[in-house]
């Protein structure tokens, strides 16, 4: 009579009466109060179902082969034997293990190589695709693509923007107020007075027309639309190429950019010019004073100028950063721009020749000039201050805390009024000359990730995250 467990005559037998195997009690015990199962059958076992066994106390016999010393050192030679046996054993599957993890190690070191080599050549090919000076246009009078010099404008287009600048420089410090233009007693009573359904979500530009009735804006879906904010309704719908990232009007034009590095020229609703001068992303676009001349900058380093009138490009120029906003000085010789590298860069826009570097602490996102000239407020990403730079002495006027994320900026006509907006909500700053000093007239939650001002200023236009347009205005 052998335990079922040990293979052994039990002290203590007891026996199953569900399966009838015999076991040594205090090993069934331990494992029924472990697993409640009988060991050999895999039933359910309880204590309350083993019986023990009446047997006699007798003294067992020692094995037969261990009763000599012959016999003993025998089974320790055996022992010995195993022994040896089992360390040549670990010694071979050591060596095999150091083999797997050389080859393995080896290997590693091999894709890490490669890795770096096409990290290497990717990064060069896309220096190189930056560098590149060739763009193409295309639209009803352009053709076939053509290639275009990167610098050098045309001389209808540089006596343009003389014209222009002449014009501009003598009369914009000496103009007064237009009549009915807003105060800044009346901008702190503005409140919300109507909103659009969710247009265009995911969008972040908006430009307002010179009538004020018209707002411009698009979608990451790749729409573009024209909404009149008088009949609460888009009027016009145009298409991009891509999810739209800047749209401005340029006069009775809409210019539409998008992430595929397209600028599109629509008039009535019609698409009249394509242009894909940038190898990657539009971040911005913006319109000269000419009303004619466009901007366009991307995340190809480079600036692109577009003659609306011939529907062509006139000039790329190429910096040493990606650029991410742009904005032309209210007389038109100068361009801004906002660069991923953390600085503003101006340009000479006849020349394109560097003009000036503004120092920033973080890429630039916004980049506005006031009207008279003398100021460019700039924004870098994911703060809450608005930069005052004073161009006649090339340093930091004022820095504006607003304590919330600004994503755009508009000055209005006047040079008077700062609007900023982010999804936090909006803020008005507002300067006063004689003081020299600036002062908040508006705060309001209403989320607007693209800001413009209405007609006379006597409103203000939002559209925010989810594409709806909002209009803060007098009660």
């Known amino acids: 009579m052998l335990c079922a467990i040990s293979g052994e005559a039990p002290q203590v037998p007891v026996v199953s009466t569900k399966s009838g195997n015999v076991f040594e009690k205090r090993l069934i015990e331990g494992y029924i109060s472990e ?29 037969p082969t261990l009763t000599s010393i012959p016999s003993l050192l025998g089974v320790f030679q055996e022992e010995w034997d195993a022994l040896a046996l089992e360390t040549y054993t670990l010694r071979q599957s050591l060596v095999q293990t150091r083999q797997e993890l050389s080859t393995a190690l080896y290997q590693n070191d091999a894709a890490v190589r490669v890795i770096a080599r096409l990290t290497k050549e990717r990064d060069e090919a896309r220096d190189a695709l930056s560098k590149i000076s060739v763009g193409s246009a295309r639209g009803p009078s352009a053709g076939d693509a053509m290639q275009v010099d990167s610098v050098g404008l045309p001389d209808s287009v540089v006596s343009r923007i003389n014209e222009t600048q002449a014009s ?5 410090s000496k103009r007064p107020i237009p009549e009915g233009w807003a105060t800044g007693d009346s901008i702190q009573s503005y409140q919300p007075a109507a909103s659009s359904e969710p247009l265009y979500p995911g969008g972040k530009s908006l430009s307002v027309n010179s009538t004020g009735d018209l707002a411009l804006v698009g979608g990451v879906d790749g729409i573009a639309g024209i909404y009149s904010i008088a009949k609460q309704q888009v009027v016009q719908t145009l298409k991009a190429d891509g999810p739209v990232t800047d749209a401005v009007f340029a006069g009775s034009k809409a210019v539409v950019a998008s992430a595929t590095g397209s600028v599109k020229f629509f008039e009535n609703g019609a698409e009249t010019a394509s242009f894909a001068s940038h190898a990657g992303e539009v971040t911005a676009v913006a319109v000269h004073p000419t009303g004619d001349i466009i901007g ?3 995340v190809d380093k480079s600036y692109v100028l577009y003659d609306a009138a011939t529907s062509s490009v006139v ?6 950063a990606g650029l991410l906003s742009a904005k032309f000085h209210p007389d038109g010789h100068l361009l801004a721009v906002g660069g991923a590298d953390g600085q503003i860069h101006v340009y000479d826009v006849k020349s394109g020749t560097p003009a000036a570097t503004f120092p920033m602490s973080a890429p630039v996102t916004q980049v506005e000039f006031s009207e008279n000239g003398y100021f460019m407020a700039a924004v870098t990403e994911n703060s809450t201050d608005i930069s005052i730079w004073d161009l006649r002495k090339s340093k930091i006027h004022k820095v504006l805390p607003t304590g919330t ?15 900023s907006g982010g999804p936090n909500g909006l803020t008005v700053q507002q300067y006063n000359k004689s003081a020299k000093d600036w002062s908040e007239s508006l705060r309001s939650a209403v989320p607007a990730v693209g800001v413009a001002w209405g007609h006379l200023a006597q409103s203000v236009v939002t559209v925010n995250g989810e594409g709806v347009v909002s209009v803060l205005a007098q009660s």
């Open 296 to 298: 366009s900058v991307g």
């Open 315 to 320: 000039a790329q120029v190429y910096g040493s």
């Open 168 to 172: 501009l420089s003598k009369s914009r």
């Open 405 to 419: 994320q600004i994503t755009s900026l508009s000055w209005d006509y006047t040079g008077q009024f700062l609007l």
């Open 35 to 63: 697993n409640g199962k009988d060991p050999v059958t895999g039933e359910e076992l309880s204590t309350d179902d083993l019986v023990e066994l009446k047997s006699s106390r007798t003294v067992r016999p020692r094995p």
